[in-house]
């Protein structure tokens, strides 16, 4: 099976700050990869997925932005951050469409 | 475009009744299916998953589903709830032509004893 780690578990960043989120696969190779924002009530919301090195597939327009500089590893970035960017963000990896997802244990983001 | 709507946002039960939750996702090609569970304070953990075969899957815990391909529906059944039931449930949807993975907004089950 797949392990994710994610990185930071809780993030305080002023406004107009930058961020990166760092999420790292281990277990397999040639991932797909997924950033989610989880809200109460929005259950969660695909922001970008990447299905190879480079490859990214955004769903949300936002003032955030992701990357895929190796196999195994995914980043969620903002060159300035909004209030509204504060959320849970999850990582997720599937081997293929064939199998369940695996999660990291999210990162909790509050933007002040 | 691809979607999953769940329509039951939030369910209450007494213990021993019986459950089923909706699960409606929009996609013309081949996906696999699944329900996922969050209990209060955990991460998520997969209930059940529909890859190919027979349409009614059993998942941990007496929960299974039934894909009906006609309806685009897999609803989430269990013939009798427990108080440690109470958790949010995710329909979740995954397309084979472009690995897109996506999940309902979740519906909010508290089970009463």
């Known amino acids: 099976s797949q392990t994710i780690h994610q990185w930071p578990a809780t993030l305080v960043q002023p406004v107009g700050s930058p961020l990166s989120l760092e999420c790292t696969v281990e277990?397999?190779?040639?991932?797909?990869l997924y950033w989610y924002r989880q809200a109460a009530g929005r259950g969660l919301q695909l922001l970008f997925y990447?299905?190879?090195?480079?490859?990214i597939s955004s769903e949300v327009p936002q003032n955030l932005s992701a990357s895929r500089p190796q196999d195994r590893q995914f980043i969620l970035s903002s060159k300035k951050l909004l209030l509204s960017d504060s959320g849970f963000y999850l990582c997720?990896?599937?081997?293929?469409?064939?199998?369940?997802?695996?999660f990291g244990q999210g990162t909790r983001l509050t933007v002040v | 475009a691809q979607s999953v709507s769940q329509h039951n946002h939030h369910v209450i039960l007494s213990e021993a009744a019986s459950l089923e939750l909706g699960c409606n996702y929009s996609?013309?090609?081949?996906?696999?299916l699944f329900w996922y569970v969050q209990y209060p304070g955990q991460h998520l953990q997969l209930l059940l998953k529909?890859?190919?075969?027979?349409?009614l899957v059993k998942g941990i815990k007496g929960f299974e589903a039934e894909f009906i391909k006609s309806k685009f529906s897999f609803n989430l059944r269990k013939p009798s709830v427990q108080w440690s039931d109470t958790a949010e449930y995710f329909c979740?949807?995954?397309?084979?032509?472009?690995?897109?993975?996506?999940f309902g907004t979740g519906t909010r089950l508290q089970v009463f004893p």
């Open positions: 997720a990896s599937t081997y293929r469409e064939d199998t369940e997802a695996f």
């Open positions: 277990g397999t190779s040639n991932p797909n």
């Open positions: 990447s299905v190879g090195i480079g490859q």
């Open positions: 996609y013309g090609g081949t996906v696999n």
């Open positions: 529909y890859f190919s075969g027979d349409p």
């Open positions: 979740a949807v995954i397309s084979y032509n472009t690995d897109k993975l996506i």
